[in-house]
């Protein structure tokens, strides 16, 4: 049996782990964070910290690997691509290409350079930088992921203080025209440097406006499309992306796209799960094939006719407790398809604009108002928080 080895273990990579099962793989998982849900679901794992490369290295060389994979995250990919191409293994981006995609200041200068639809932006180095700007901006750290760091603000005091805010989590920010619009994620499969696959979906949040709870299959105008469409296609050519998944968020203001970033490893909170069930396609075993071999054969032709309405929600709290028990509203009790407990019962939520509880899919049929259940979403399924522990 082969094996791979993957450089995450949290729940958000359980995705890749199962596909690799599936495709007959022997699955490693590395991370040192006690709450990494995936280690349960591998045959074996190391409580390393990935970003340790001798460590890797040694594991790789000791278990006798045959592919690495990234898990759901920045640091983790560009490990694994650096490592796959010191070790000539699997099929990735060379360091270069990589490390251009996955700093979204460099990134974006490539955009603006080759005419690629992305807001207008400026590389922050000292506070005489901070002249000649329209307000509403977004303030913006090149290297991290998830919301982290990013703020929307709307005059040079609230800048200020944003920045020395940003500064505490990272030394690189830039300054990002604000656009106001649809906010969609657009996960594509490139084949010869052309998109064989496209799934978009529109992304919601809830408290905290910089992180995304709930995600649920979008359609988008074919103007919009096909401008997304060959701005993808044109990155693809000019940085000669090799096959495999691409995955981006895009804003949409006049049906015009903005590109607002990308990654090539796979989207977070069982994100790939979501495509799945909508679609019926086996988009994880496709991102593991492609990293692995290179070669991916029909995980899309066995797309459902009629695209299903699925959300896929995150539950958060609206304040800090203890958490008691997860209330599902009845009338929805027969339209829950899966769900991933994050935290146990009686666990202490201390940050809850960024602590999530659960992650649930839910099925809702056609004749239903289906937008209508996204916006009131958190008042059918939420977290019941007692605020003190006697309570």
Same mark, same amino acid.
């Given at each position: 049996?082969?094996?791979?080895?993957?450089?995450?273990?949290? @729940? $958000?990579?359980?995705?890749?782990?199962?596909?690799?099962?599936?495709?007959?793989? =022997?699955?490693?998982?590395?991370?040192?964070?006690?709450?990494?849900?995936?280690?349960?679901?591998?045959?074996?794992?190391?409580?390393?910290? +990935?970003?340790?490369?001798?460590?890797?290295?040694?594991?790789?060389?000791?278990?006798?690997?045959?592919?690495?994979? *990234? /898990?759901? #995250?920045?640091?983790?990919?560009?490990?694994?691509?650096?490592?796959?191409?010191?070790?000539?293994?699997?099929? +990735?981006?060379?360091?270069?290409?990589?490390?251009?995609?996955?700093?979204?200041?460099?990134?974006?200068? =490539?955009?603006?350079?080759?005419?690629?639809?992305? &807001?207008?932006?400026?590389?922050?180095?000292?506070?005489?930088?901070?002249?000649?700007?329209?307000?509403?901006?977004?303030?913006?750290?090149?290297?991290?992921?998830?919301? $982290?760091?990013?703020?929307?603000?709307?005059?040079?005091?609230?800048?200020?203080?944003?920045?020395?805010?940003?500064?505490?989590?990272?030394?690189?920010?830039?300054?990002?025209?604000?656009?106001?619009?649809?906010?969609?994620? %657009?996960?594509?499969?490139?084949?010869?440097?052309?998109?064989?696959? #496209?799934?978009?979906?529109?992304?919601?949040?809830?408290?905290?406006?910089?992180?995304?709870?709930?995600? +649920?299959?979008?359609?988008?105008?074919?103007?919009? !499309?096909?401008?997304?469409?060959?701005?993808?296609?044109?990155?693809?050519?000019?940085?000669?992306?090799?096959? /495999?998944?691409?995955?981006?968020?895009?804003?949409?203001?006049? @049906?015009?796209?903005?590109?607002?970033?990308?990654?090539?490893?796979?989207? /977070?909170?069982?994100?790939?799960?979501?495509?799945?069930?909508?679609?019926?396609?086996?988009?994880?075993?496709?991102?593991?094939?492609? %990293?692995?071999?290179?070669?991916?054969?029909?995980?899309?032709?066995?797309? !459902?006719?009629?695209?299903? =309405?699925?959300?896929?929600?995150?539950?958060?709290?609206?304040?800090? #407790?203890?958490?008691?028990?997860?209330?599902?509203? *009845?009338?929805?009790?027969?339209?829950?398809?899966?769900?991933? @407990?994050?935290?146990?019962?009686?666990?202490?939520?201390?940050?809850?604009?960024?602590?999530?509880?659960?992650?649930? =899919?839910?099925?809702?049929?056609?004749?239903?108002?289906?937008?209508?259940?996204?916006?009131?979403?958190?008042?059918?399924?939420? &977290?019941?928080?007692?605020?003190?522990?006697?309570?």
């Amino acid at each position: 049996m082969k094996k791979v080895l993957i450089l995450g273990g949290s @729940h $958000r990579d359980i995705p890749l782990i199962k596909a690799s099962q599936d495709l007959g793989y =022997f699955v490693i998982t590395l991370g040192n964070k006690d709450y990494y849900l995936g280690h349960n679901y591998s045959n074996k794992a190391y409580k390393i910290n +990935f970003n340790d490369l001798n460590m890797v290295k040694k594991i790789i060389e000791d278990e006798n690997i045959d592919y690495i994979l *990234p /898990g759901s #995250g920045e640091e983790s990919y560009l490990n694994t691509v650096k490592l796959a191409h010191e070790l000539n293994i699997g099929n +990735f981006d060379i360091p270069e290409v990589a490390n251009l995609i996955h700093n979204k200041w460099k990134f974006k200068e =490539f955009c603006l350079k080759n005419d690629i639809s992305t &807001p207008n932006g400026k590389f922050y180095t000292n506070i005489d930088d901070l002249t000649d700007l329209s307000f509403p901006i977004v303030v913006k750290p090149t290297n991290l992921s998830g919301g $982290r760091g990013v703020e929307i603000v709307n005059s040079k005091e609230e800048l200020v203080k944003s920045l020395l805010e940003a500064k505490k989590v990272t030394n690189e920010i830039f300054l990002e025209e604000f656009i106001e619009g649809k906010l969609i994620a %657009y996960s594509i499969f490139l084949k010869n440097q052309k998109i064989i696959y #496209g799934f978009t979906g529109e992304d919601k949040t809830y408290l905290n406006k910089y992180l995304i709870t709930s995600a +649920f299959p979008c359609e988008v105008k074919e103007e919009t !499309f096909q401008k997304m469409k060959y701005d993808i296609e044109k990155i693809a050519k000019l940085l000669n992306l090799v096959d /495999g998944m691409f995955h981006l968020q895009i804003m949409i203001k006049d @049906h015009i796209p903005y590109i607002i970033d990308v990654t090539r490893r796979i989207p /977070g909170d069982l994100y790939p799960y979501l495509i799945e069930y909508c679609d019926g396609v086996e988009y994880s075993k496709a991102v593991v094939k492609a %990293y692995t071999t290179g070669i991916i054969n029909n995980e899309f032709d066995k797309k !459902f006719d009629k695209q299903k =309405f699925i959300i896929r929600h995150c539950v958060m709290s609206d304040k800090n #407790g203890m958490y008691k028990n997860l209330y599902i509203n *009845p009338l929805l009790e027969n339209n829950i398809i899966d769900t991933i @407990h994050l935290i146990s019962t009686n666990s202490l939520i201390h940050d809850y604009l960024n602590m999530q509880i659960a992650i649930i =899919f839910i099925s809702i049929d056609e004749g239903f108002d289906q937008k209508s259940f996204v916006s009131k979403i958190n008042s059918l399924i939420y &977290p019941v928080i007692c605020e003190e522990e006697n309570d």
